[in-house]
């Protein structure tokens, strides 16, 4: 081993305690950005499944006017087929075809303006897992049902909040009012199988599914849809990107029957700015948690070496006279707050570590009442959060703790590199 | 040729508004294998002239040529470079590594030239047998009694076989017997193995074991004669 290493390693131990202490604050601030970034994971995690998966998809294919007008007849026709060449691409998870409408839902006593949302539940469920919006349990005790079956029958999944205005249960039945494709009265009777409870604000207030078929038959659309979703074998900007540069091509004849229109296609960035810069704000904000955390270590580390080399300064006079050049006294200091960074890395691995594991398994209790989390941006959060597990929760904090360290011996290295030899050992 | 040559070497420090001039003009030659004392009172310019002659220090007008390469061209690194592989240092306070074993420190310069880990060891355990540590290898410094860790800074200075050994007021610290053995010592390898000693110092059992005394007032070489 090289010798400037072994003094540097023996040199940490002259004041044990005091580097101890040290590693030990860096350790804390590397367990703390750890348990951040575990948060982040869980929570940004929350906001992907539900923003892509539920509300977005990667990539919607609409008519052209259909993204600002969403009228009733900006339709696409041909679904089957665009979907099962869709099925085909490799960049592709899976596409689903989805019917908007508006209507008046309501029993005897009361009514209120909904947003339906048409599916196919079994691709839905391969896909998006829309089933999955209504939980397993709800506050109180109520029975949540189940989504929809797997074909059309006249059955309906509201929001649980909507439910609540409208003062019905499972099992009720409610009548749907609207203005059909032919200008004419479309409505229909439907039976209540499930509540949904998606965190998505808007459809849990003021939304219901109901299978496609179903809304098809009460807007008089025959087989139009109004959207296709697709997924993305991942999240990946290049696969996106690469699904994006597929999609042209695999485009069926007649799927637009306005001569005025085309097809749109609009990755999810497009669809919902917002949702694009709310997931970006988790770089920018795990940046800031890193320079924060990693800017007070270093300040402990500058603190440290300093004493270190001012103790020292008659000894480092001594090194350089016998003829160690100003690079390896610099190095010497370097190696010094490097073992001490793998030092605090080590302990701070492991305290992360099990602070992360906490946080998965027991999470932190976010219920602002009736078992709702916060609510941001339209997603309402559970209300136990819990962390999530990556790679960079463990490398980030490791390489800040590190690069911090050395950063910050810098300026005494080079402190101790420029001592006039004859200075230094006349210093006591 | 001399292993040492200085000309014209004067050096000026400022101390405030004062200018000290604590050398002034010293022609002087070295040849190799000389044991030579530099005697004079405190602030004649003993420690002054031997950092110089080591490098350590920048003179304000003339020249030291060691071994023919004139000090004055050599960059910072390079001078770092001839202290390690043709100088050798020996400090009045000892100052050694105080992290690192007895023979640790003698093989420091030699694990700085990059000789490899077996060999040098074997060299810092012959030296450190050579000047009576036989048996204290692996103590550390805060182990030794003082005599002891001086014997430690002679053998790390020995360990290269440099051209020149520099002993800054070698005795110093020491008790009576114990400098006198360590005067022994070093007198034994000059004349054994050759070694150039050069010695600032005041120590009256010094200039008695030494073959050139050179007495330097304010700066100047007063005397210079050799036995």
């Given at each position: 081993?090289?010798?400037?290493?072994?003094?540097?390693?023996?040199?940490?131990?002259?004041?044990?305690?005091?580097?101890?202490?040290?590693?030990?604050?860096?350790?804390?601030?590397?367990?703390m950005s750890m348990s951040i970034i575990s948060m982040y994971d869980g929570m940004f995690g929350i906001m992907r499944t539900l923003m892509i998966d539920q509300l977005l998809g990667h990539v919607q294919i609409t008519h052209s006017a259909f993204p600002t007008r969403r009228g009733l007849y900006d339709t696409l026709h041909h679904?089957?087929?665009?979907?099962?060449?869709?099925?085909?691409?490799?960049?592709?998870?899976?596409?689903?075809?989805?019917?908007?409408?508006?209507?008046?839902?309501?029993?005897?006593?009361?009514?209120?303006?909904?947003?339906?949302?048409?599916?196919?539940?079994?691709?839905?469920?391969?896909?998006?897992?829309?089933?999955?919006?209504?939980?397993?349990?709800?506050?109180?005790?109520?029975?949540?049902?189940?989504?929809?079956?797997?074909?059309?029958?006249?059955?309906?999944?509201?929001?649980?909040?909507?439910?609540?205005?409208?003062?019905?249960?499972l099992g009720d039945e409610l009548v749907a009012i609207t203005q059909d494709a032919y200008g004419g009265i479309g409505n229909e009777v439907y039976t209540i199988v499930g509540l949904t409870r998606s965190g998505d604000e808007a459809m849990d207030r003021a939304g219901a599914w109901l299978h496609f078929s179903d809304l098809q038959a009460l807007l008089a659309l025959d087989d139009q849809v109004h959207e296709v979703r697709i997924l993305a074998a991942s999240d990946a900007q290049d696969v996106v990107g690469g699904l994006l540069d597929a999609l042209p091509g695999a485009l069926p004849d007649g799927l637009i029957q306005d001569d005025d229109a085309t097809a749109a296609i609009s990755p999810w960035w497009d669809i919902d700015p917002m949702a694009a810069q709310m997931m970006e704000m988790r770089g920018i904000a795990q940046f800031m948690v890193l320079v924060v955390v990693f800017g007070l270590v270093a300040l402990g580390?500058?603190?440290?070496?300093?004493?270190?080399?001012?103790?020292?300064?008659?000894?480092?006079?001594?090194?350089?006279?016998?003829?160690?050049?100003?690079?390896?006294?610099?190095?010497?200091?370097?190696?010094?707050?490097?073992?001490?960074?793998?030092?605090?890395?080590?302990?701070?691995?492991?305290?992360g570590a099990?602070?992360?594991?906490?946080?998965?398994?027991?999470?932190?209790?976010?219920?602002v009442g009736e078992g709702e989390g916060i609510g941001f941006g339209g997603i309402v959060f559970p209300s136990r959060l819990y962390g999530g597990i990556s790679v960079e929760a463990f490398v980030e904090p490791i390489l800040g703790v590190v690069l911090s360290a050395l950063l910050a011996a810098l300026l005494p290295a080079l402190r101790a590199a420029r001592l006039h030899p004859v200075d230094a050992i006349r210093a006591e | 040729?001399?292993?040492?040559?200085?000309?014209?070497?004067?050096?000026?420090?400022?101390?405030?508004?004062?200018?000290?001039?604590?050398?002034?003009?010293?022609?002087?030659?070295?040849?190799?294998?000389?044991?030579?004392?530099?005697?004079?009172?405190?602030?004649?310019?003993?420690?002054?002239?031997?950092?110089?002659?080591?490098?350590?220090?920048?003179?304000?007008?003339?020249?030291?040529?060691?071994?023919?390469?004139?000090?004055?061209?050599?960059?910072?690194?390079?001078?770092?470079?001839?202290?390690?592989?043709?100088?050798?240092?020996?400090?009045?306070?000892?100052?050694?590594?105080?992290?690192?074993?007895?023979a640790e420190n003698a093989e420091f310069v030699l694990a700085l030239r990059g000789v490899p880990a077996a060999e040098r060891r074997e060299r810092a355990h012959a030296v450190l047998a050579q000047v009576g540590l036989k048996g204290l290898e692996?103590?550390?410094?805060?182990?030794?009694?003082?005599?002891?860790?001086?014997?430690?800074?002679?053998?790390?200075?020995?360990?290269?076989?440099?051209?020149?050994?520099?002993?800054?007021?070698?005795?110093?610290?020491?008790?009576?017997?114990?400098?006198?053995?360590?005067?022994?010592?070093m007198r034994e390898l000059n004349t054994r193995d050759g070694a150039t000693f050069i010695f600032a110092t005041h120590d009256p059992k010094v200039l008695d074991a030494a073959r050139r005394v050179i007495r330097l007032v304010d700066g100047e070489i007063d005397e210079d004669n050799r036995k």
């Open positions: 081993m090289p010798i400037l290493l072994i003094m540097a390693w023996r040199n940490l131990w002259r004041h044990g305690r005091r580097s101890l202490l040290t590693a030990l604050a860096m350790a804390l601030g590397m367990a679904a089957d087929e665009l979907l099962s060449r869709l099925d085909a691409l490799p960049q592709s998870r899976g596409a689903v075809a989805r019917v908007h409408g508006q209507a008046l839902l309501g029993t005897e006593h009361r009514s209120a303006g909904v947003r339906l949302v048409g599916v196919e539940p079994s691709r839905e469920l391969a896909v998006t897992k829309v089933q999955d919006t209504v939980p397993s349990s709800l506050p109180g005790g109520v029975d949540p049902g189940r989504f929809l079956a797997d074909e059309p029958a006249r059955e309906i999944v509201i929001g649980y909040d909507l439910a609540r205005d409208l003062r019905v249960a580390v500058i603190n440290t070496m300093l004493m270190s080399v001012l103790e020292r300064t008659r000894e480092l006079g001594v090194i350089k006279a016998l003829g160690l050049r100003p690079r390896g006294i610099v190095w010497l200091v370097l190696y010094e707050a490097l073992l001490l960074s793998l030092l605090a890395a080590g302990i701070g691995t492991l305290l099990g602070l992360i594991a906490y946080l998965m398994t027991i999470g932190i209790p976010m219920d | 040729m001399p292993i040492v040559t200085v000309r014209g070497l004067s050096r000026t420090y400022t101390r405030g508004e004062h200018k000290v001039h604590a050398l002034r003009e010293v022609d002087l030659d070295i040849e190799a294998g000389e044991f030579t004392a530099l005697m004079g009172p405190s602030g004649s310019g003993k420690t002054t002239l031997l950092n110089l002659i080591g490098g350590l220090d920048a003179p304000t007008a003339g020249s030291v040529v060691v071994e023919g390469t004139d000090l004055a061209q050599l960059s910072a690194g390079a001078r770092s470079d001839l202290r390690r592989e043709r100088l050798g240092f020996v400090f009045q306070a000892y100052n050694l590594i105080p992290v690192l074993s007895a692996d103590r550390r410094p805060g182990q030794l009694s003082g005599g002891q860790q001086q014997r430690v800074a002679v053998a790390r200075a020995l360990a290269g076989n440099p051209a020149v050994i520099l002993a800054d007021e070698p005795t110093a610290n020491l008790d009576s017997t114990t400098g006198h053995d360590l005067i022994e010592l």
